[in-house]
Nanobody
Framework: QVELVESGGGSVQTGDSLRLSCHAPELTFITYIMAWFRQAPGKGREFVARVSPSGASSYYSDSVKGRATISRDNEKNTVALEMSGLKPDDTAVYYC????????????????????WGLGTQVTVSS
């Protein structure tokens, strides 16, 4: 069983910043695309950001573009998501995901495009 463990969630105020981290000790980490998704109450799981295996390229959803940065440390098997200018709409459970299967580009922004998932970390943004 591959384990991805998220940390760094919590309760913050509008405009605050937050750094989420995901550790995947059992993966051959450098071979995996890593991503963050989020799920708000009553809504589906939404793509947030992804980073290539080398860390050279990243891609963001329109909802967080300009406010989020995804990064990875392949020596420590970790991927991070830093978000600034947090808004109440950012309130959700944030999930880390990993995959290395050959897939279409559209799948990389959909939950079906990822094999391994963490259990999530709650982020609550108050106004």
């Amino acid at each position: 069983q591959v384990e991805l463990v998220e940390s760094g969630g919590g309760s913050v105020q509008t405009g605050d910043s937050l750094r989420l981290s995901c550790h995947a000790p059992e993966l051959t980490f450098i071979t995996y695309i890593m991503a963050w998704f989020r799920q708000a109450p009553g809504k589906g799981r939404e793509f947030v950001a992804r980073v290539s295996p080398s860390g050279a390229s990243s891609y963001y959803s329109d909802s967080v573009k300009g406010r989020a940065t995804i990064s990875r440390d392949n020596e420590k098997n970790t991927v991070a998501l830093e978000m600034s200018g947090l808004k109440p709409d950012d309130t959700a459970v944030y999930y880390c995901a990993a995959d290395r299967e050959p897939r279409e580009d559209w799948e990389r922004t959909h939950p079906s495009g990822y094999t391994y998932w963490g259990l999530g970390t709650q982020v609550t943004v108050s106004s």
